[in-house]
């Protein structure tokens, strides 16, 4: 019970702080892609809350309920990261009504999955040996969602890799601060992976909350400094 306690403290600060990061993004979001980065440090943030009240509940309905919740972030992240990176990297011209209309087809299908009692499964649920033990509940994930992995992770690393590309070529006087970039961004993304795909400890612990506060921090360092 301990652990779970101490996790959840950590995830509840994790989205504290990257709360405080999109508060103060916005403040100064005339910054150049300052509005789509306050998108992506608050989707991230309400991801860290409600990973925090998932881990805290003794209940697993309630489990259930904020698992289901930390999903709002999770699908606000793939198109808010095209955004920014198009626009961090001086590509604004396609953030665009219709591209970002197609990035949101699968995060609001995954919605509406979850929604739904009849289709909730098909995302994810918790094996009926949960209910004897909540705390300890691990979600399983349901067929439908590899296919927003895939198209997450296509979205997620595409635009990382053009991010890493764009520094390399046109930051040669300032490769110490684009490595440290480069670096910060990817830790969040490798976590999800070695989560998802249910590598040794990371199975059991989304560390992805975490890791975004540092590279949070790094961004909002970057956007305005760098």
């Not at 309630?62 to 289901?68: A, E």
Request: net charge positive; aromatic share 16%; hydrophobic share 60%.
């Amino acid at each position: 019970m301990g652990q779970h306690w101490v996790f959840s403290a950590m995830a509840l600060a994790a989205g504290a702080c990257l709360a405080v990061y999109a508060f103060y993004v916005w403040r100064h979001r005339r910054a150049s892609a300052g509005a789509s980065l306050t998108v992506v440090l608050a989707a991230a943030g309400w991801w860290g809350l409600a990973y925090a009240l998932e881990l805290a509940a003794t209940e697993l309905p309630t489990k259930l309920l904020w698992g289901d919740a930390k999903w709002l972030g999770i699908c606000l992240l793939p198109p808010a990261w095209f955004a920014f990176i198009m626009q961090y990297t001086g590509r604004d011209r396609w953030v665009n009504r219709s591209t970002m209309v197609a990035l949101a087809v699968p995060p609001a299908a995954v919605i509406v999955l979850l929604a739904n009692d009849a289709t909730h499964d098909l995302v994810r649920y918790y094996p009926p040996s949960a209910a004897a033990d909540p705390e300890d509940a691990i979600a399983q994930v349901g067929p439908l969602f590899w296919p927003f992995l895939v198209y997450a992770d296509l979205v997620v690393w595409g635009c990382t890799a053009l991010f890493v590309w764009t520094l390399t070529r046109l930051s040669r006087l300032y490769w110490r601060q684009s490595l440290l970039l480069i670096v910060t961004v990817l830790l969040p993304f490798l976590a999800n992976i070695l989560h998802n795909l249910n590598v040794g400890p990371f199975g059991r612990v989304e560390l992805t909350p975490f890791l975004f506060v540092l590279t949070g921090a790094v961004l909002v360092w970057g956007i305005f400094r760098f």
